[in-house]
């Protein structure tokens, strides 16, 4: 398919507006006069395909999305090192990353049990679920199963979690949020800014719980929802398994 | 705790305690209090649509009918029926049913006396004479137990409710009536916010339509336009015959609580359209989901992060490391692009110089001091309000002043030439419109440049106060776009005008 000069022009300015600002509502003039023409809609989804992205129209918004392999862009999250200097060790981005996929579980259930009002989550309610998590892995490492299906240190990641000191119910309430970073609140805090910072969620300091915004079930609904897209996603992580008994057998 | 708030309760749950209690009704015997209720409930709704067919042969055959509907018409025998009408109309005594309660007030159990039916006087007087039978109504205790089962009910009931105000309206009943208001008031209310909830899913995750909540909706969609509709005619009903109690009976009516019931059903009928706005709203939204998003409907129903990313996979059988989380949460992120600090920005509070260009006889103060003091680079401003006060002068004389080739002297062109930062003012003042102070008290401090040098001119020059309070305005006149070219400097023929007063 060839495009128009008009439609690429229409398509990279969308773009690069849309590499400015993440997310442009449907009714903002740039992103709906782009979609009124097919080309020019496709021709944006070629740009950003080439630039390791994808364009994610939920319906309500436009969202950028970078693609988990093979972009030329960092994203917050891939920058989450840089910006908390208190992360030093593998095994605490990764309990941060088990923070995160146990907060987006709570938050993406099975929509045939639709529970209104239950959408946001307290740290308190996070930290206890991450226990439990932990402590099963922790458990069912113990006849090594896990360690070698995640070639990962789960007792690492075990380790880091319970030395962490959990507050106490009075001094969670006179604490800010951010403050304790020997705790497991401030590890929670952590994780959680990272999905603030991308306009997902707002953490009320008041209440010291975690709201998720629309676009991060736009995101989610766009990931995890499509077969498709999550068939890709598990081939590719299957790949980086393969991959890496690759590299273990070739040192061998 | 209150203890007298018990009394009450106590006795408003008696009869639901005693209802079908302490009859023998062989196969009938686990079901009596259902089929108790269900009469109790179909004479309520005879009531409410005026019919008088509820005499004690009309009850047994609306006990078959309950029967006929639970499916269990066979257990019931033409003696156990009319037992189960019986032991409803009377007690077993063949008087009042008797229930004991606390008094408070009294310290001491008392007994209760009350029926599940009391006999319709004026319909009977009637009936009497046309067939001989009696016609019963609901006690104000079994329409209590109605109302009570009612709260449980919260589907769309709304109508019925709207129809039992009407009654209470028409015999007179302006307390109970502004009481059946409130209720349905905050029952509505509640509503609404079951929908909001429902919309708030749904723009989350628009399979929600799928789900057992969005089904039901659908199913109903007919049902809740036509509720709609008449809702808008009870509501006519209602403010109608609120008006003729008000023409009608005003000796008989509190005026004031009339006014009062009238305005809840004013409000009422507020938040009944609050109502159908919303619901209406999540139909567009649905219909707009359906019609032009249809992919978000594809694939696999209930696919979903918890189900199948997190519990099937994750969290059962792990990632190949835990580098691979990271590919599964790398999607969710936007790509994040630095804001670009210019190099210029990040100099320019370095940008300072070591020579002091105090003037001199502030340096004879700090004596000999052989360290070289730090200070900020800063406008020399005398030589600056020098070359500039000529220009101001003329202004203040003229109107207006034009920088021509030949305002100035040979011997002054070089001075403004060596002196870049008396230059760069004029482009200053080319950027915006400018007043001078009004009064002398500024001292020039924490001003910008153009004010600064207003100041200082104004301070050396008595002559230009006629300046105060004036707007100036810099221009390129029009036609002359030509340079004016002074030796080692170029410069474009700015003219500087007082545009008012």
Known sequence: MSYSLEQLQQASKLFFDLLRRKVISLNDPAAAECLQDAGAYDALQYVAKEGGCRVMNSGQRLHLLVNPIGSVFATNFTQLKNKYSRIERKAQLHTINVIILIFLAEMDQDESHFKPGQDSMSYLQLADQVSAVLQAWYNLDGEGRFSKQWQLDIQAMYKVWTSLYMQTKSQEESDLLSRGSGSRIGLIHEGMKLLEEEHLVFISEQEKRIFPRDELYERMRYLYHDVDRYKELKTLIEQTLAEKAGAADAQN | ?501
């Not at chain 2, 006690?139 to 105000?165: D, P, W």
């Not at chain 2, 998003?293 to 990632?319: D, I, M, Q, Y």
């Not at chain 2, 200082?456 to 004036?470: C, E, I």
């Open chain 2, 1 to 501: 705790m209150n203890w007298s708030d018990f009394g009450e309760r106590n006795k408003r749950l008696n009869p639901l305690w005693n209802l079908g209690a302490g009859m023998n009704l062989g196969e009938l015997q686990p079901y009596k209090e259902m089929v108790a209720l269900s009469i109790l409930l179909q004479v309520y709704y005879l009531e409410l649509d005026s019919s008088e067919d509820r005499s004690k042969e009309d009850l047994v055959s609306l006990a078959w009918n309950a029967l006929n509907r639970f499916g269990i018409s066979s257990l019931g025998s033409a003696e156990s029926v009319e037992r189960l009408v019986d032991g409803l109309l009377w007690s077993g005594n063949g008087g009042d049913f008797e229930s004991y309660y606390y008094d408070d007030a009294t310290r001491q159990m008392e007994i209760q006396k009350y029926k599940f039916f009391a006999v319709d006087e004026d319909a009977t007087r009637t009936s009497w004479e046309e067939t001989g039978k009696t016609v019963y109504r609901l006690s104000e205790y079994a329409m209590e137990l109605i109302f009570m089962s009612h709260e449980i009910i919260e589907e769309f009931q709304i109508s019925i409710k709207l129809l039992e105000i009407q009654m209470h309206i028409k015999y007179g009943r302006v307390t109970r009536a502004l009481q059946d208001v409130n209720e349905l008031i905050s029952r509505v209310r509640k509503m609404i916010q079951q929908q909001q909830e429902y919309r708030n899913a749904l723009r989350r995750n628009p399979k929600h339509i799928f789900s057992e909540y969005g089904v039901n909706r659908h199913q109903r969609l007919e049902e809740i336009q036509l509720q709609f509709d008449a809702e808008r005619k009870h509501f006519d009903t209602i403010h109608r015959s609120l008006a003729r109690l008000a023409n009608d009976e005003k000796d008989v009516i509190d005026f004031n609580e009339l006014r009062m019931l009238s305005e809840r059903v004013e409000l009422s009928r507020r938040v009944h359209d609050e109502l159908a706005g919303v619901v209406l709203s999540i139909f567009e939204a649905e219909t707009n989901l359906r019609l032009n998003f249809p992919e978000l409907f594809w694939g696999a129903s209930g696919f979903n992060f918890r189900t199948h990313v997190w519990e099937e996979w994750v969290k059962e059988t792990g990632l190949p490391g835990g580098d691979s989380m990271e590919l599964l949460l790398e999607g969710l992120f936007s790509p994040h692009q630095d804001f670009v600090y210019p190099l210029a920005w990040a100099w320019e509070e370095q940008d300072v110089g070591f020579q002091p260009q105090l003037p001199e006889d502030q340096m004879d103060d700090h004596g000999e001091d052989p360290g070289m003091p730090y200070s900020p680079q800063e406008i020399p401003w005398n030589e600056v309000t020098a070359l500039w006060a000529p220009v101001f002068t003329v202004l203040a004389e003229q109107g207006s002043f034009t920088l021509a080739a030949d305002a100035f002297s040979p011997e002054t062109q070089q001075q403004w030439t060596a002196t870049p930062d008396a230059v760069d003012l004029w482009v200053q003042l080319f950027h915006a419109e400018i007043t001078v102070e009004d009064t002398a008290e500024e001292n020039g401090q924490g001003q910008d440049e153009c004010r600064r040098l207003l100041a200082q001119l104004l301070a050396h020059d008595p002559s230009l106060a006629v300046l105060r309070g004036r707007k100036l305005r810099t221009t390129i006149e029009a036609g002359s776009t030509e340079p004016v070219r002074w030796p080692g400097l170029e410069i474009s023929p700015y003219t500087l005008t007082i545009t008012e007063r």
